[in-house]
T-cell receptor
Framework: QKEVEQNSGPLSVPEGAIASLNCTYSDRGSQSFFWYRQYSGKSPELIMS????GDKEDGRFTAQLNKASQYVSLLIRDSQPSDSATYLCAVLNTGNQFYFGTGTSLTVIP | DVKVTQSSRYLVKRTGEKVFLECVQDMDHENMFWYRQDPGLGLRLIYFSYDVKMKEKGDIPEGYSVSREKKERFSLILESASTNQTSMYLCASRTGPSPLHFGNGTRLTVT
């Protein structure tokens, strides 16, 4: 079982819609969770961190964490073509090691 | 803002060459990491370091070594480059429970 799993996509949404990206993790004791955005040919860029159960909002982005279900999600409201990228879920596990999912490719169609 | 600088954006090397990838961070972070990223395989950890002169193997250390003589600098060395080491190499740093901060990446091609 992989430490972090994401649907690879590709996920396509029309401009203005909500994009929903999901991630599950295997280490139940993990405490820190991150979403990175990576444009083609570029390095990952941190967009959200979440540490406690519930929702955390930052502009058009909302991260959701459910530790009981070992599930993290990222919602992007009012999706824009500039949101087209690969989104990486990252988890800091109990061994203080980062694990990344393989990423979900998102395309926002104008 | 944290700045992680990788010395080269693109590199082309020949098989058998010794290759040095340099990474410098300006935030006094204790922890530094080298990853490679390949399509379909995601990010894979090569080596990491928790302090000066310390190094730990990651998931795929074979064919690589590292050097950390100063806190701000973490170098990745390909002892004898091979074509299967053609990849995007990413350096990252962090401190405490903070997230990883990545450099801009080095696209290495070995011919």
């Amino acid at each position: 079982q992989k430490e972090v799993e994401q649907n690879s996509g590709p996920l396509s949404v029309p401009e203005g819609a909500i994009a929903s990206l999901n991630c599950t993790y295997s280490d139940r004791g993990s405490q820190s969770f991150f979403w990175y955005r990576q444009y083609s040919g570029k390095s990952p860029e941190l967009i959200m961190s979440i540490y406690s159960n519930g929702d955390k909002e930052d502009g058009r982005f909302t991260a959701q964490l459910n530790k009981a279900s070992q599930y993290v999600s990222l919602l992007i409201r009012d999706s824009q073509p500039s949101d087209s990228a690969t989104y990486l879920c990252a988890v800091l596990n109990t061994g203080n090691q980062f694990y990344f999912g393989t990423g979900t490719s998102l395309t926002v169609i104008p | 803002d944290v700045k992680v600088t990788q010395s080269s954006r693109y590199l082309v090397k020949r098989t058998g060459e010794k290759v040095f990838l340099e990474c410098v961070q300006d935030m006094d972070h204790e922890n530094m990491f080298w990853y490679r990223q390949d399509p379909g395989l995601g990010l894979r950890l090569i080596y990491f370091s928790y302090d000066v002169k310390m190094k730990e193997k990651g998931d795929i250390p074979e064919g690589y070594s590292v050097s950390r003589e100063k806190k701000e600098r973490f170098s990745l060395i390909l002892e004898s480059a091979s074509t299967n080491q053609t990849s995007m190499y990413l350096c990252a740093s962090r401190t405490g429970p903070s997230p990883l901060h990545f450099g801009n990446g080095t696209r290495l091609t070995v011919t």
